[in-house]
């Protein structure tokens, strides 16, 4: 079997020639959240799991088109990620991005639900 990122070492008269072979390193993947869902509000803490995730990058993940304020490594299967506020509800796409410029979508993988009430608005006077 062929490994066309291995070199092989072959020797010719008395000269030894080296062997280098590049072990390739498993690919990262993101494909889900947990939980999926959460308030218009934000602040809340979701897992953003996955696999093969690097531990010596950053990470920045936007929910729909805004960014999350903080991002944290648990583990080589999870982020960490604080949801953005938003205004409307319904669902996201979930974008992962990495300091080396990787870019991950999870398609729909938040849904953003109105909890009741208007935390912007002041209540109606009696």
């Known amino acids: 079997m062929k490994n066309p990122k291995c070199l ?3 020797i010719i008269g008395a000269v030894l020639a080296f062997s280098a072979c590049q072990k390739q390193s498993p690919k990262t993947a993101f494909d889900r959240l947990d939980p999926n869902f ?3 509000q ?16 950053g990470y920045s993940i936007l929910f729909g088109r805004q960014i999350s304020p903080q991002v944290s490594i648990e583990s080589d299967e999870a982020l960490v ?3 953005p506020r938003t205004m409307e509800p319904g669902p996201v796409d979930v974008i992962v991005r990495t300091d080396d410029g990787s870019v991950f979508r999870i398609k729909q993988g938040f849904q953003y639900v109105n909890q009741g ?3 912007l608005e ?3 006077e009696p």
């Open 8 to 10: 092989l070492g072959v």
């Open 81 to 83: 990620a604080v949801t």
């Open 38 to 40: 959460g308030g218009l």
């Open 117 to 119: 009430g208007n935390l």
């Open 122 to 124: 002041k209540p109606a």
């Open 42 to 57: 934000g602040g809340k803490s979701v897992r953003v799991l996955g696999e093969n995730i690097r531990l010596d990058i």
